[in-house]
């Protein structure tokens, strides 16, 4: 085994360290806003495709989303509390459109407990499967 990768057992999906350490960026240093990864099906590997800037917005975040594919995404989230504390919370969305193919649902559903443990840190999870799941009340409701 390649110390890039380690296997995942229940569906064969390995996870590469790149995905680890962008992630690790954004909860410990904060360089990054939002992480889109992706299942690159040839290699069977988790990868990331895209990363957000700390100043872009939750608006860049979902048009970062792709609209009939699957993906998975961390989002850090900076919110108010009612007492005026400043907070954070950083949130997996797991990104699942019906006009997305079934195997890409299967896949990325079978590959998304294992994932989500490489990425100790995660707050709220959600699972969308249309914009309307995910839009930022949704993201401030679960946040509070």
């Excluded at 509390?81 to 907070?87: A, G, P, R």
């Excluded at 294992?114 to 799941?133: C, H, M, N, W, Y």
């Amino acid at each position: 085994m390649s110390p890039i990768q380690e296997s995942n057992a229940s569906s064969g999906m390995a996870v590469h360290d790149d995905c680890k350490i962008k992630f690790l960026e954004l909860k410990a240093k904060r360089n990054h806003r939002f992480i889109v990864f992706k299942i690159e099906e040839k290699i069977q590997q988790v990868i990331v495709e895209k990363i957000g800037g700390p100043d872009e917005s939750y608006e860049d975040f979902t048009n970062s989303i792709p609209a009939d594919e699957c993906c998975y995404a961390v989002y850090d989230f900076d919110f108010t509390t009612e007492e005026n504390c400043q907070k954070s919370k950083i949130f997996f969305i797991s990104w699942s459109p019906d006009t997305s193919r079934v195997r890409s649902k299967m896949l990325y559903a079978s590959s998304k407990d294992r994932f989500k443990r490489e990425l100790e840190g995660i707050q709220v999870e959600l699972q969308a499967t249309d914009p309307s799941e995910m839009s930022l009340d949704v993201i401030k409701g679960r946040a509070l």
